[in-house]
């Protein structure tokens, strides 16, 4: 335990999420937190949850900043329509509200114990997994449509919280990336999810679909929280190594505020299996059994997810950064000012990586197949605006055509002639700018062969620019692609474009 939760003797898990109930990697048997129908006088009367709830508190008293989730993976078999756990079935309209009461009980259960939950998920993996064949089910899930649910939160769990006078936070959807534009976007499309208080945000898993839907999520509904809730190593993946830091780059690139791992540990033969997946993995193995009985092993996944939990804590805020296919990486300002900044090789060659913080900077030669943190403190040094012509193919100078300033306004290549429209302001937050506006990309699209343009300048990392002295080249932000000369022609009037970065000529800038 204090390998994986304490802070300073171990990697400093910050945020789990518990089963409410049986799951698919819980002990075997069918087992909700009140088996007897058709109250809640028996909540936890069977000790199911009591050991799970011990441990989180040893993990509340190793890391005081952890955060709790509670989440179902079935209602109590008898407010269902098919009377069990498993093999699907749907809840019964008649036990929407005492459905909400048993979640209200859960959180005061371990408010009682000392340990607060933080967020609530009203099902795990809604509608998951047999929905065409409910028998084939073999452990605890449900039978959902956006609907109910916006019906069971809004209308139930919402008003049981508060009358509660619980603080807990409802994650809404709590399934993959690519079940959001089918199922929950029904729900966050819903004002009256989003706008009570007892709203926390959206859950992701990241088992199907691309994590940029959270940003694109995010660009619809800018102030909700998103969090990555479930995502699990195992056999079935080829480089376990490779694949959870481009799953934690991904996750956080993409508004993500949580990383969590489906299971801490497993024993041996990976279980206890309740049904469901029996080829996952965690951080630990404890042996089970055998010569080697409660020893414990440290995974591959320890490791990884140790490069950014020891490191990011709770309350930091992502800093921007130029991620790109050879060194995928991430940063972060944590709540002391201290900065976290994870660095990923995956490729089969070193690495050279440079950082820059203001003025001052460092490099690193980051071996194949290689993941580093680096961590920083103080403040950064603003420099100064500077400003000149940019010269590139032939000598000719980046130019504002017919020094127009309207927005579109095409930024080609000229003959150099002294004029405002030649001259670039080079801005301590990476834009570059002429005639008051900013160098910008059309779209933003990160295609070759998208044109660059005069715009407004704004805040997007598509007007940011990073140049390097030693390859010459302007890279743009948020495509990671070269400032370059469409056609390789050095005629007035060629127009500017982004491109992969090559060692042509016509991607070669001097700043004057």
């Known amino acids: 335990m204090t390998k994986l939760f304490s802070p300073t003797a171990g990697i400093g898990l910050s945020f789990v999420r518990n089963p409410i109930g049986a799951s698919d990697l819980s002990r075997p048997g069918n087992v909700s937190l009140d088996d007897t129908c058709c109250d809640l006088n028996d909540f936890g009367s069977n000790g199911y949850d009591t050991n799970v709830r011990l441990l989180t508190q040893q993990a509340k008293q190793l890391n005081p900043a952890l955060r709790v989730m509670g989440v179902p993976w079935s209602a109590p078999g008898w407010m269902k329509d098919n009377g ?100 929950g976007s029904g729900i966050l499309n819903d004002a009256g999810i989003r706008g009570d208080s007892a709203f926390g945000g959206i859950a992701w898993h990241g088992y199907s679909g691309s994590a940029s839907i959270g940003s694109d999520v995010h660009n619809t509904y800018p102030s909700v929280k998103q969090f990555e809730t479930e995502h699990s190593g195992g056999t079935w993946i080829g480089d376990q190594h490779n694949e959870d830091l481009n799953n934690i780059i991904d996750y956080t690139r993409n508004w993500g505020s949580s990383v969590v791992k489906w299971s801490l540990g497993v024993d041996q033969s990976m279980g206890p299996h309740n049904g469901g997946c029996g080829t996952c993995t965690g951080f630990i193995t404890v042996q089970n059994g055998g010569s080697r009985a409660g020893q414990v092993d440290y995974t591959i996944e320890y490791y990884t997810m140790g490069h950014l939990t020891k490191f990011v804590k709770p309350g930091a805020v992502r800093i921007d950064t130029n991620d790109g296919s050879a060194v995928r990486n991430v940063a972060w300002k944590n709540p002391d000012g201290s900065k976290a900044l994870i660095a990923h090789n995956g490729g089969t060659s070193s690495q050279s990586v440079r950082v820059n913080w203001g003025t001052q900077s460092f490099t690193y030669t980051l071996p194949a197949r290689t993941t580093a943190t680096f961590t920083w403190s ?35 290549i000229y003959t150099c002639n002294g004029s405002a429209a030649q001259q670039w302001t080079r801005n301590s937050d990476g834009t570059l700018s002429s005639l008051g506006k900013c160098l910008d990309i059309v779209g933003p699209s990160n295609a070759d062969g998208t044109l660059a343009h005069l715009w407004d300048c704004h805040t997007g990392t598509s007007q940011r620019w990073t140049y390097d002295g030693a390859t010459q080249h302007l890279v743009n932000t948020y495509s990671g692609k070269c400032l370059d000369v469409k056609d390789n022609t050095s005629a007035d009037g060629a127009r500017l474009q982004i491109w992969t970065c090559t060692t042509g000529a016509n991607q070669k800038w001097v700043l004057n």
């Open 84 to 183: 069990r756990m498993d093999q699907m079935g749907w809840l019964k309209a008649e036990y929407y509200p005492m459905y909400a009461q048993y979640l209200v009980k859960y959180v005061q259960s371990y408010q009682a114990a000392g340990v607060p939950v933080d967020y609530l998920s009203v099902q795990n993996e809604p509608n998951c997994c047999q929905a065409g064949n409910p028998t084939a089910m073999n452990y605890p899930g449900m039978s959902w449509n956006p609907s109910g649910l916006v019906e069971l939160t809004k209308n139930n769990l919402y008003p049981a919280l508060h009358a509660a006078g619980l603080s807990t936070k409802v994650l809404v959807h709590d399934w993959n990336y690519g079940d959001y534009a089918s199922f």
């Open 378 to 412: 103080g403040t950064t040094s603003t420099p100064p605006a500077t400003g000149g012509t940019i010269t590139g193919l032939g000598g000719k100078c980046v130019d504002v055509a017919g020094a127009a300033t309207a927005n579109g306004t095409a930024v080609q």
